[in-house]
């Protein structure tokens, strides 16, 4: 009889747990379109790419290898990040223990007193535990007691969730690594405007001179009475101009430098640096290869991937959320009212087991709720790793353009100062022999410095655009 109910009532589990199974909504998925153009707008399929070396290998100032070091050791974000790395591991050791049974082990001493004109008491006082020995009035209870609680990993719930708390940690490697090249990437561009900003102070400070040279020039001439005081003015009002751009530039290089020390994590100081002559400093031949190698280079594009891989697996445990759970709890320990008849065996044993499967009838909504939240989390993860590839392509593409156009801007503007340093070495020849006035000179000086601090700007955008392309390619990290 008893046999029949357990089988009824096991047939009664077994036809909710198929009901429910049927119910649980279907996971709504698409495939992620990683597809790009076979080139960057080149014709050449050269696959050799520049984000494939070291950052080590890829710069080659000394001091510019120094800062990148002592960043990578002292910056703050990058250490934040490192940080966010070990709460993801630690998050897959929380998911790992899930799995297993938690067991729990403690004592406990009680003390009771019931009426002796009850069942209980009745019974307590015609007990002889030993002979001539009558249980107590009051009683104390001595209980060392091990428990256990167990969720049976039915439906793969625990497991896929431990499985989605690993890729998200392998997520925030990459993550890690995308911070990387970037910081690398900002240090290169500020440490080479740094060297743009240096070669602009000795321009100007070489023009302040020559001006000063053309202010006496005319200061003799107006007391030749070949000239006025309106030409004197004018020439030493262009004089307090430069000087004027001068701490202009001063001003701009300490901003530079605290950004660099900001970086690399420490209080404003100098930075080392080989002053030479920055228009002589060759950038790097650039090798981009083919689009695809994007997937595999950029960091964050990997990143992106390895997220909507958790997120397809939160689905799953979603899903599971669904099903019945089956959970088992059991208790093992020794109890008794003296310690002394602890360790009488097996009347001081005790143990306990019991079963529970229980599924959501009453609260489907909420669940659903959450998977359908999962799903969409799904479909941002989904729609943010194509959004990275097009990044990453566009941005290759975009820095590839610029080096082509700066590189033919450069050729045309250092023909032009050439052509200006000529006219001002004529213009004050011909002012020394009046043969010109003073205000040619002055536009020629003017159109010279001009044109040497435009050329100045656009080798540093020459260098910063290949710094760009490295980075938009994933070079860096390795």
């Known amino acids: 009889m008893l046999n029949s109910k357990i089988y009824r009532l096991l047939i ?6 198929a009901i429910t199974a049927c119910k649980a909504p279907s996971i709504a998925t698409r495939n992620a379109n990683t597809a790009v153009p076979e080139s960057f707008g080149n014709t050449t399929r050269d696959t050799s790419n520049i984000a494939q070396l070291s950052w080590k290998n ?11 070091d002592v ?17 993801s591991r630690n998050e897959v050791l929380m998911r790992k223990g899930a799995i297993f049974p938690s067991v729990r082990a403690g004592g406990g001493i009680g003390l009771e007193k019931v009426g002796r004109y009850t069942s209980q008491g009745a019974g307590d006082a015609s007990t002889e535990i030993t002979p001539g020995e009558e249980v107590p009035e009051v009683l104390l209870d001595y209980a060392p007691v091990a428990y256990a609680n167990w969720e049976v990993d039915i439906w793969k719930k625990l497991r896929n969730a431990k499985k989605a708390a690993i890729t998200r940690y ?5 993550g890690k690594n995308f911070v990387v090249t970037n910081l690398i990437a900002e240090i290169a561009s500020s440490y080479y405007e740094l060297l743009a900003l240096d070669g602009q102070l000795q321009i100007i400070r070489q023009n302040i001179e020559l001006q000063k040279n053309a202010l006496e020039i005319v200061k003799i001439q107006k007391e030749a009475a070949q000239t006025t005081e309106l030409g004197v003015q004018i020439f030493q009002a262009e004089v307090l101009a430069s000087q004027s751009m001068e701490f202009e530039i001063l001003r701009r290089i300490k901003e530079t430098e605290n950004r660099i020390n900001f970086l690399l994590g420490r209080y404003p100081q100098e930075i080392k640096r080989t002053k030479t002559d920055f228009l002589n400093l060759l950038p790097n031949e650039v090798h981009t290869g083919i689009p695809t190698a994007l997937l595999a280079n950029r960091p964050d594009i990997r990143q992106a991937e390895l997220d909507l891989a958790a997120a397809n697996i939160d689905i799953k445990v979603a899903r599971a959320e669904f099903y019945p759970s089956l959970e088992i709890s059991a208790a093992l320990g020794l109890q008794a009212f003296k310690p002394s008849y602890l360790f009488k065996f097996p009347e001081s044993l005790l143990f306990t087991m019991a079963g529970e499967l229980a599924g959501p ?27 990275s590839i ?37 213009s004050n020849d011909l002012f020394k022999s009046a ?7 002055l536009m020629t000086q003017r159109d010279v410095l001009e ?28």
């Open 12 to 17: 009664l589990l077994i036809a909710g747990v």
């Open 58 to 68: 890829f710069f080659k100032d000394p001091d510019l290898i120094a800062l990148i």
């Open 71 to 87: 960043a990578l050791q002292n910056n703050q974000e990058l250490n934040i990040t490192l940080q966010e790395i070990q709460i």
């Open 170 to 174: 392998l997520a925030s490697m990459e």
């Open 361 to 387: 009838i009453i609260n489907r909504d909420a669940i659903k709720a959450e998977f359908y939240s999962a799903n969409a989390r799904q479909l941002q993860a989904l729609y943010n790793y194509e959004r």
């Open 390 to 426: 097009l990044n990453a392509y566009l941005g290759v593409s975009t820095q590839l353009s610029n080096i082509s156009n700066l590189e033919k801007s450069y050729a045309l503007k250092s023909q032009q100062v050439d052509a200006l340093n000529r006219a001002i070495s004529a």
């Open 435 to 441: 043969r010109v006035d003073y205000f040619e000179v």
């Open 451 to 478: 044109a040497k601090l435009e050329l100045l700007e656009t080798k540093r955008d020459m260098m910063t655009s290949v710094v760009q392309v490295y980075r938009e390619l994933g070079g860096g990290w390795r």
